[in-house]
């Protein structure tokens, strides 16, 4: 085998081993599409419009890269970005200030993740199905409290949340998933709990008997996962002034997807923050390309499908060649 | 044990059942269906209903699906009405197709029918929002609008698969080639009912197609999303919305000057009429083949009158 | 063309990036013969089974396979199976909800017409039953049966198609003594009926009692093949390690001291058999630097008391325990270590080590909270220790971040025994050390053992690898019928006492 060879292999290797693959190499493609296409996609504004986008699926998508890494999964994501948005909506009109309203939407998201932490954990309920209630129930609250009229009228203060832009260029939604993606990798690579919540995952017999408090990690990942679902309805309430009724519903599914496609392992053991930023961004770019390339959006469901799966066979060929098969 | 427990509830529930069929017995049972629970259109839509069944001492109930836009559970509960002996129903359609033999059940049953929705060879009478007339006064007031500017116009649809949307849309098009043969449609997308989504695939429509310059709503949040899309980029004046329904925050983006105006549809007399209309049938009455319960064009300056009159509540 | 061999493999080589797992191998197997192969962990001996199934094409190696003297292409696993070649792995892999019948025949059904001949499916279960020393009923399910009797079962369904070649990979890991002797008298008769056997296994006693000839496989080639008459067991394990053992079992006494663990009333239901305890009110303890031995039949409870007194089970269990004289609440195995327990499990991959993390995530695992500081890891610190016991216990490995999927068995386990070692347990439980593992690294475990109880470290040690519990234990406890059966110290620990002990009621 010549010099040149082996150092191109050693670099093929170098470059599987990155979880991000599955995610990064269509975005690239489709970068390179797009580029060929319609060059305005690179402006600066449609950059940052993505990035947007991506921050708000972000928000949800980090601590839920901790659930699925602890072998967890929430259907209710979307159901409680709704919630957080209309409880806080709800604080404000009640004329609470303004940290008070958004803490009452993180509780109250933080009770949905105790709820689905405890069918999860303690009864040990099929989550898949269970957060599926959750998310029912989160939805019929809603609509109860509501009658799915949405509540508007807020004063400024609190559209600056998310419509502020920071140097009147980058909005603060962008800044926020900036920071919780480092926050997040860190948590996630270099704490004692991302070791065990990954551990957890991997084989949670194996951590219990390791001494990790397992019900307890499991049980924390559910709550935040809870929480920033709820942060995202606040700031999509703030984005719009207009707290809906079902602000984040139908989300639950993509986000996920997104998640999996930046390498995160739907059976554990595995995560990546920053791989799940690039599959919400990937998401959030196939969107965008789209119109900007003029393909119709009847067909914006089947690529989205096909990308995802090209998503999925770039980890599995990965994974084999990783693991020497 | 468990056994008689179980025995106890089944005779309750068979009891509760007899009493509750002779109570109600001489009442009209009268349903009606739609696509979702509350929310501006459909809230209001229910008042409308149940303000009818009551005036006339009907049994009335509104059905819909848990899930909004869940369109097979819509079919199903019509199937459900018709087997629980409904004496009047206002079917919801919106698949010709698929309904078909649910309707035709119905017809069979002798159920007296009013519909809104779709037009159906099962259904002869007809109320609501006239999909061609919606589409059409949307034309008019974009028309209107925008006065002697060219117009390059986006669509937006809740899903690209709704019948009566696209029927809309397909009406507002007709339209407004008729009324300004100039006029450019740069574009139709759907947003799942996700001000989100509208924002951001407005964004990337102009940033495609530079000349877009309006913008119209066939989904209850779209409107607001490209709200925000104009008082972000700071286009007020220089891009014109309109919205759809007269939900507050649309009226609410009126007043700020990021929406042009929005075309309401009027969904409580939609819901009370149709009841009316029943009645008029049962008691051998003629009435319209098809009863159009109106659109309204409103514009900033209309608010308060509108606000006054359907009885909003601005602050909510 | 007739040929003296019913299978020959010439010349195999099998690559993986970056290794070379076969090279050159060649193997011939008569009919009516039982050939063993023998050899350390990452000998081989897995990559050649999985060449033989057909789990690996031919296009994925070199070398060519010949069946009955003519090369066959071996393109797929059904090209195996109709060649008449049968794999019996060591893993378990049955359906519990299935009775015994559907189990050995699945896939194979009989029929008649379009429907299952139930009648004729139970006679010839009964059969095959009768055949491996199963007294059961064809229709009861799998579940509630033991391992022991799970693996029969898998040997049961091979039989029953009627192979001429049978791989059996390690088949008496899992097995009592009695079982075992069951399983050779059947690989007795089915030489005599002309089936070939090629019988891999790390059990030297088997192989001189049941097989003609051992090839014995070192790093991926074949050292030796030689008839069983020819060598003796030490010529046999020279070759499989390349060097000279003097004692396979090299038990260094360590002083032993005063009583650490004392364990009281333990009381602990049975895992499958609802209402019944498997272990009853037993009571015993354990002293500084002692190795306590835990024999018994398979089914007897001995991994349970091990969970039980580590926290791993709770439900049911009561129990008391003192250490150092003082009383003890373990919950779960947080408390376990806590109080300076350390638990190696008999079940490596459920709850032994997570196969998709690498090897330092694995050994550091246990003492994550002392690598800690204000919630993050000490990368050097933990690289740094992980890096001592990767040396110290000697894991061939590629690196410190090689996944645990990608390790043998033997390796896997010297991770498992790492990690533990690393949280400096004071109280070491052990569940079957050396099970599925070659001679070499059976003895470096060993010396770990006697390692650790010369730094004062107490081990008890559930084993049913009998030498191993005659020379590694101290003192040796029995369990059989839910109580202590027998207590031996030193010299008292002989088969026969065991033997005797376990079976008694």
Redesign the interface.
Known sequence: MSKENQKGKTLLRALLSKNELGALLPLVLLLIVVAFVNPNFFMRRNILDIMRTASFSFMVAMPLTFLLASQGLDLSVGAVTSLGGIICGMALKAGLPLPLAILCALLSGALVGTINGFFAIKSNLPVFIATLGTQYMVNGFIAITTNNVAISNFDTSFKQLSQYRLFGEVPMPILYAIILAIVGQIILSKTRFGREVLAIGGNKETAYLAGIKVNQRRMITFIATSVFSALAGVLTASRFACAQPAAGSGTELSIMAGVIIGGTSMFGGQATVIGSALGAILLATITNALILMNVSTLWQSFIYGFILIVALYVDKYRRKVLSGE | MKKIIAMMIAVFMLLSFCLAANAEGDKVKCYSFGVMSGGPAWGQYQKGFYAACEELGWDGQYLCPTTDNNMSELFNLHDTAISNGADVMIPCVTDNDAMADILQKAVDQGITMVGIGLTDPHIPYLIGTDNINLGRTIAEALVECMGDKEIHVATMQTILAHTGQTAQVDAFEARLKELRPDAEVVRREECNSSAQISQDKLAAICLANPQTNCFVSFDCYAGLGAATYVESEGLQGQFTVIGIDDAVENLRCMQQGTMAATVAQMWYKMGHDAVMLANDLRNGKDIPANTDSGTAIIMPDDIDAWVEEMGLDMNS | MSSEYILQMKNVTKR????VALSDVSISLKKGEVLAICGENGAGKSTLMKILSGSYTSREYEGEIWIDGKKTDFSSVAVAEANGIEMVYQELNVMLDASLAENIYVGNLPMKGKFVDYKKLYSDTRAMLDKVGLELDPRQRVRGLNSGQMQMISIARALSKHPRIIVLDEPTSSLTDKETNILMDTIDTLRREGVSLLFISHKLDEIFRIADRVVVMRDGSVIATEAVSDVTEDQLVEAMIGRTIDNLYPKAAAPIGGEVLRVEHLTVPHPSNKGQNIVEDISFSLRKGEILGIGGLVGAGRSEVLSAI?G?ITRGVTKRILIDGQEARIA???D???SGMG?I?EERK????????SVR?NLT??C??K??RF???Q?KQETDMAAEMFRMLDIRAPSLET?L??LSGGNQQKVVVG?WLL?QPRILLIDEPTKGIDVGTKAEIYKIMNDLTHQGVSIIMVSSDMPELISMSDRCLVLSNRHITGEFTGTEITQENVMKAAIAS
């Open positions: 993986f990036p970056g290794v580590f791993y779960s195995p947080m376990a270590i806590r638990y499990t459920q709850t032994g080590y997570i196969w998709v993390h995530e695992l246990a994550l909270k690598l800690s919630g993050f890891i990368k996944m999927v990608n990690k949280s």
